[in-house]
């Protein structure tokens, strides 16, 4: 079914409300207007495609196979292949530059990389071009009033506040959600936050002569250290994104290096291989923010009709199963077939929703925590995996 095509379910009078216009929102958007209903996202940042504004960073994605069911359901797979990379297998890279390799699966399977904020803004973007879907930037969502069913939001350009009434309120408006803390305030509303002690940090290997990967491109590249980790997903433009995920405190860790020089030594000695590829190292390490690493669960997702929380406001979950944001385009497949049987019965449909999602979402986030030990120091060692000696650059 395309974007444009309408089910058959009767459609609300009123526009719904979606805050936050993140992955999951401008997705959950294209979904309730499949449906035919009319869609008001607001969100919080100005638009990213006219500020250039990507916070300093994009972070890479892998996008697998929940993920792309998910943009298949309102006809987006295509557009967004054109940005995604496939990954057939990963290249974990030892502490003197020896590979080894595991493929992803067998003919052809793979998973994708592909830029957040590139996708985000694809999404935005295929979401212009439905009519039933308005998406209002620079509106921060300040607080909920879940008794008046009112919204306090803060324009950012204009500096001012306004309230503005709603009927049904999706918050899909991440790990921070100011629509789940409304929800935090209600009797028997269960809530836990949980940081490792590890912070990433974004780099970057640039890319070869004329645009060229200087490593291997169709892979997600890992360099086990076991307390700690670095990887890389390649981006469109030759160049990869680095994600070092490594302890706040401890002998290595972000509080012992301080000084480029402590960042230098450090990189040459356990990421050899890497760093030549990496000219701006110290810039980097010292310009990106050092980001904290949460998982959050909750229940109920839902407020009677009234309120249903989606994505990373309902179970954020820490990166290391590359399933976050599939977890969330998934939410959108299974909201579908809820709306499909149960029309415009928003109390049946929310409730059904969270049953379903709970349990799986509680799911991924444990593994994604197992997946980090598995990632920073199994894949590592020969005794657990059967890997493939390849040669080295
Ligand atoms: P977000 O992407 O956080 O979007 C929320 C949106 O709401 C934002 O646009 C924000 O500006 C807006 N907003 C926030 N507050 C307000 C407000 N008060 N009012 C209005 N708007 C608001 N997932 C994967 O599937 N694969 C991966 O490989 C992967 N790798 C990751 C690597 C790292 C380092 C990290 C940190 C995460 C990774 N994830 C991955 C997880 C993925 O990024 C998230 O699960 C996904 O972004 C969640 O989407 P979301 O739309 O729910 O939330």
Redesign the pocket.
């Known amino acids: 079914m395309s974007a444009s095509t309408v089910s058959a379910s009767a459609p609300e009078t009123k526009p719904l409300t979606v805050?936050?216009?993140?992955?999951?929102?401008s997705l959950l958007a294209l979904y309730l207007a499949q449906q035919g209903h009319t869609v008001d996202v607001?969100?919080?940042?100005p638009d990213p495609r006219r500020s250039g504004n990507v916070e300093g960073r994009s972070?890479n994605?892998?996008?697998?196979d929940r993920?792309w069911r998910a943009l298949r359901g309102v006809g987006i797979e295509e557009a967004v292949r054109e940005v995604a990379i496939p990954l057939y297998r990963r290249v974990m890279h030892d502490q003197r530059g020896q590979l080894t390799m595991q493929p992803y699966g067998h003919d052809g399977q793979a998973i994708y990389s592909v830029s957040?904020a590139g996708l985000?803004q694809r999404l935005l973007d295929l979401v212009d071009r439905e009519p039933r879907v308005k998406v209002l930037f620079d509106?921060?969502?300040?607080r909920v009033d879940l008794r008046n069913r009112t919204l306090e939001m803060f324009d950012g350009a204009a500096e001012t506040s306004h309230v503005i009434p709603y009927q049904h309120l999706f918050g899909?408006?991440?790990?921070?959600?100011?629509v789940r803390a409304a929800m935090q305030k209600t009797d028997r509303f269960n809530y836990s936050q949980h940081y490792l002690n590890y912070g990433?940090k974004e780099l970057t290997i640039a890319a070869g002569d004329a645009g060229s990967w200087a490593i291997e491109k169709n892979t997600l590249h890992i360099w086990p250290r076991g307390q700690y980790m670095m990887i890389a997903l390649p981006n469109l433009d030759g160049s990869f994104n680095c994600?070092l995920f490594f302890p706040y405190e401890g002998p290595y860790s972000f509080a012992t290096l301080q000084t480029p020089e402590q960042v230098r030594r450090f990189f040459e000695e356990v990421f050899s291989d890497a760093v030549p590829l990496m000219p701006e190292l110290e810039q980097e390490f010292f310009e990106n923010p050092t980001?904290s690493?949460v998982t959050v669960r909750c229940y109920p997702w839902s407020v009677t009709d009234e309120v249903l929380l989606?994505?990373?406001?309902s179970h954020?979950?820490v990166?290391f199963y590359?399933?976050?944001?599939?977890?969330?385009f998934e939410d959108c497949t299974i909201l579908q077939q809820l709306m499909e049987s149960h029309g415009s019965d928003w109390l049946a449909i929310f409730q059904e929703f969270q049953q379903q999602r709970k349990p799986n979402a509680d799911a991924m986030a444990d593994l994604a925590v197992y997946n980090f030990e598995e990632m920073r120091d199994r894949v590592a060692d020969p005794r657990f995996l059967l890997q493939k000696k390849i040669e080295s650059k």
């Open positions: 805050v936050g216009g993140g992955l999951v929102g607001y969100e919080r940042r972070i994605l892998a996008l697998s993920g957040r985000n509106q921060q969502c300040r899909t408006d991440g790990a921070y959600s100011s990433y994600t980001s690493l989606l994505g990373d406001a954020a979950i990166p590359g399933q976050g944001m599939n977890a969330g």
